[in-house]
T-cell receptor, first 106, second 115 residues
Framework: GENVEQHPSTLSVQEGDSAVIKCTYS??????FPWYKQELGKGPQLIIDIRSNVGEKKDQRIAVTLNKTAKHFSLHITETQPEDSAVYFC?????FGAGTTVTVRA | GAVVSQHPSWVICKSGTSVKIECRSL??????MFWYRQFPKQSLMLMAT?????????EQGVEKDKFLINHASLTLSTLTVTSAHPEDSSFYIC???????????FGPGTRLTVT
């Protein structure tokens, strides 16, 4: 099956700064890459996704970039706010990365 | 749109008993639903893929006789944890494939505690 690696495992940023999380995948046939945000005690929520025919996608303060040649994709959060603090998961096919705990310091 | 619900949201049961968790797609039909479990501070692990009207496909290492999955309609899949033990305590999350953009939508999760 698909192997997804996610880095870093924890990320602490000052409010207003940017946060970047990177994932790599193994199956070159994968063509859909979602990112999920999970708050404590809740299920994951889709925040942005990208398909293999697109290199970058942006939605307000959140963007995702995809490099199919290198088989990696990244989540970018700009102008971070305290409510961005959560665990973020990337996924490819039905496999999830290990998650990144993001803490935004006020 | 594309809302998935789970019931119950949390449950406590005694060792040896069985627990049923429901996953419903509220405003779309889902021929395929997925069941995941998540231990504290860990990622989601796919347990099984549930297809409406057919047997579920279980991931390697998941006991099909212990985790019974039924997908009897296009909007409902159930996971029954049989003869539960404390090590089955976990957060169980379902997702449904569908909606206007045919994406995977997750339910809020069910926290199971076996005493």
């Amino acid at each position: 099956g698909e192997n997804v690696e996610q880095h870093p495992s924890t990320l602490s940023v000052q409010e207003g700064d940017s946060a970047v999380i990177k994932c790599t995948y193994s199956d070159s046939a994968s063509n859909y890459f979602p990112w999920y945000k999970q708050e404590l005690g809740k299920g994951p929520q889709l925040i942005i996704d990208i398909r293999s025919n697109v290199g970058e996608k942006k939605d307000q303060r959140i963007a995702v970039t995809l490099n199919k040649t290198a088989k990696h994709f990244s989540l970018h959060i700009t102008e971070t706010q305290p409510e961005d603090s959560a665990v973020y998961f990337c996924a490819a096919v039905l496999s999830f990365g290990a998650g990144t705990t993001v803490t935004v310091r006020a | 749109g594309a809302v998935v619900s789970q019931h119950p949201s949390w449950v406590i049961c005694k060792s040896g008993t069985s627990v049923k968790i429901e996953c419903r797609s509220l405003d779309f039909q889902a021929t395929t639903m997925f069941w995941y479990r998540q231990f504290p501070k860990q990622s989601l692990m796919l347990m099984a893929t549930s297809n409406e009207g057919s047997k579920a496909t279980y991931e390697q290492g998941v006991e099909k006789d212990k985790f019974l999955i039924n997908h009897a309609s296009l909007t409902l899949s159930t996971l029954t944890v049989t003869s539960a033990h404390p090590e089955d305590s976990s957060f169980y999350i379902c997702s449904a494939l569908g909606g206007f953009d045919y994406e995977q939508y997750f339910g809020p999760g069910t926290r199971l505690t076996v005493t």
